[in-house]
């Protein structure tokens, strides 16, 4: 039975319920909104998060006009503000406990600097997002699933999480973290029946290297001469994750496009 703490929460999660539910956080723009799209495709309804509201509607809109049958519900909130976070947490636990698949997308990198030229507004803007905000988001939602013995989390790692390189060190461990909490989530919750997956793209072609460099043109130089991988992309490897048979938990998938072989090694025509 599904607690109501309030009418208008307990509204929104009527609507959502009647479909499996899939929770997607930086929802409003490349790997997170290709998800969205792929996952309402597959018949979830969907709880998408993120900081621009405005273009959040424009996304549930657009999702339900095409999808016919798929309730999205938009949230605004930033997974970096902790006491956001603890607050939409408690006004919605009803929300929280009717999510089947959690998508823990939100994730940035700021900067190339090397280590001794790093500005500390950078490093901590990338522990706060990649690794607490993950991690505070996550947790409510995870201890549902334990309880319910029933649940999928697909956390949003990368190649840097694997390899690290010069001008990357604090997003790099941001993601070591993101896979080491993977690891311990299977370990954890091992015997809960909640699979946990963590996604490692390469070269992914979305707005990610715009906000690192700060600049687009700067950004579309990083995919000169070469066919990156797209958000699209992303979207049908966690697609095909989570409709696996129940027993069937891929751990980790590493997703290069052709023209990388490694972190460091891109070849362009």
Not at 248 to 266: F, R
Request: glycine letters at 6%; hydrophobic letters at 40%; charged letters at 25%.
């Amino acid at each position: 039975m599904i607690k109501k703490t309030n009418s208008k929460s307990s509204k929104k999660m009527n609507k959502v319920a009647t479909k499996p539910v899939a929770m997607i956080t930086g929802a409003s723009s490349g790997i997170g909104l290709a998800t969205a799209r792929r996952l309402a495709k597959d018949g979830f309804s969907l709880v998408l998060v993120a900081r621009r509201l405005d273009v959040l509607k424009q996304v549930k809109a657009k999702i339900e006009k095409d999808f016919s049958g798929c309730s999205v519900t938009a949230v605004k909130l930033d997974i970096a503000d902790s006491k956001a976070v603890k607050k939409w947490q408690k006004e919605n636990s009803d929300l929280i406990s009717i999510v089947d698949v959690l998508v823990n997308n939100a994730g940035l990198a700021k900067g190339t600097d090397k280590i001794q030229d790093l500005k500390w507004d950078d490093a901590e803007v990338m522990i706060d997002v990649n690794v607490k905000g993950l991690l505070s988001f996550a947790l409510p939602i995870v201890k549902v699933m334990a309880a319910k013995k029933s649940g999928y989390v697909v956390n949003l790692g990368s190649v840097a999480g694997r390899w690290v390189y010069p001008g990357g060190s604090v997003y790099c461990a941001t993601k070591f973290a993101v896979r080491a909490l993977s690891e311990a989530m299977r370990q954890d919750l091992h015997g809960c029946n909640v699979r946990v997956t963590n996604i490692e793209p390469g070269m992914v072609n979305t707005e990610f290297s715009t906000v690192r460099l700060g600049n687009k043109n700067l950004a579309d130089k990083v995919y000169d001469k070469m066919t990156p991988l797209s958000g699209d992309d992303i979207a049908e490897s966690i697609s095909w994750c989570v409709n696996q048979p129940k027993h069937v938990n891929v751990q980790e998938l590493v997703i290069y496009p052709t023209d990388q072989a490694h972190v460091g090694m891109v070849h362009r025509n």
